[in-house]
């Protein structure tokens, strides 16, 4: 494994070896001096600045998940063709952290680790600013008023989630790796698709 900076700060390091303790093994299972030892730091760091496990598990999901969150604040999905943006950022995060999004799957499908009702809350907050960002989107007239914004996330969930969480069955068939060239042509194309199918609707209506 990499040996942490030494001129990292703790609270980064902590979360950094988190993280793969996290992703390499079950929640209850991974203990805080595992983690500790990991970031080279005293267990009570984790105290200090966590809390307790819990904290440390729930602040590694939200840092990770963050400049995804972020987007739907920023500039970017200000237009339909933001969309292909947004997923080269979702295959860039995740192609870091091949694991993350099995660990959000098996939290929340089968409620494994404590931490469902967290990330419930953190969709639930990508939810409401995506719809409104959906509504801005008709407001501008780039969307057709008819658009759904739930059915327009879980397409876009679909698109985002199914190649990082079937990666290695894809390679396998395929013969050839996901590597960074091949994310950036998919995110491409699938931001494509989206936008054209997006923009249908406002054509039907026009």
Known sequence: MDHPDPEEP????????????????DYHRVSTRRIAERARANVSMIRYYFGHKEGLYEEMIRETLAPLLAVLDGPMLTSVH???DFLQLYYDTMSKHPEFPRLILKVLALNQGPGRRFIQQLLERGRTRGARRVGELQ???????????????????????????????????????MDAAFLQELAAFNGHLFAAGLQAPSTKEN
């Open 10 to 25: 703790v609270r980064a390091r902590l979360l950094r070896a988190a993280l793969e303790c996290f992703l390499a093994d």
């Open 82 to 84: 933001g969309f292909a």
């Open 139 to 177: 407001a501008s007239g780039q969307l057709g008023l008819r658009v759904d914004a739930d059915i327009l996330r879980l397409a876009f969930v679909s698109l985002a989630m199914t190649p990082m969480l079937l990666k290695d069955i894809f390679e396998t068939q395929m013969e050839r790796p």
